[in-house]
Nanobody, 127 residues
Framework: QVQLVESGGGLVQPGGSLRLSCAASGFELDNYAIGWFRQAPGKEREGVSYIGVKYGSTNYADSVKGRFTISRDNAKNTVYLQMNSLKPEDTAVYYC????????????????????WGQGTQVTVSS
């Protein structure tokens, strides 16, 4: 069964850190770029970060630049999102999505065009 599974979410105080994981099963991640998205209550799903296939090129939303780092470990079939200096406005459900051969890269922050989505993991930043 083809699926993406996010993990690593939780409750953290402002200024804290979390590392999210996006593990693929049923397919090899080598040929897929991965986008991380988030959706807060009452808001649209927004692109957070993206890592390409061949050279691992990365993209970030302005709101997370300098705080979040995306990386991939193809041997583990997993992509990570390291989130530092977390703020209350980072509170959301975080999703990862797979994009075959970086086809979506020019439009990475939009939700259309991704092939698989995970079920999401909740991140809550609160004191």
């Amino acid at each position: 069964q083809v699926q993406l599974v996010e993990s690593g979410g939780g409750l953290v105080q402002p200024g804290g850190s979390l590392r999210l994981s996006c593990a693929a099963s049923g397919f090899e991640l080598d040929n897929y770029a991965i986008g991380w998205f988030r959706q807060a209550p009452g808001k649209e799903r927004e692109g957070v970060s993206y890592i390409g296939v061949k050279y691992g090129s990365t993209n970030y939303a302005d709101s997370v630049k300098g705080r979040f780092t995306i990386s991939r470990d193809n041997a583990k079939n997993t992509v990570y999102l390291q989130m530092n200096s977390l703020k209350p406005e980072d509170t959301a459900v975080y999703y990862c999505a797979a994009d075959y051969f970086s086809a979506q890269e020019p439009f990475w922050a939009t939700t259309g065009g991704y092939h698989f989505w995970g079920q999401g993991t909740q991140v809550t930043v609160s004191s």
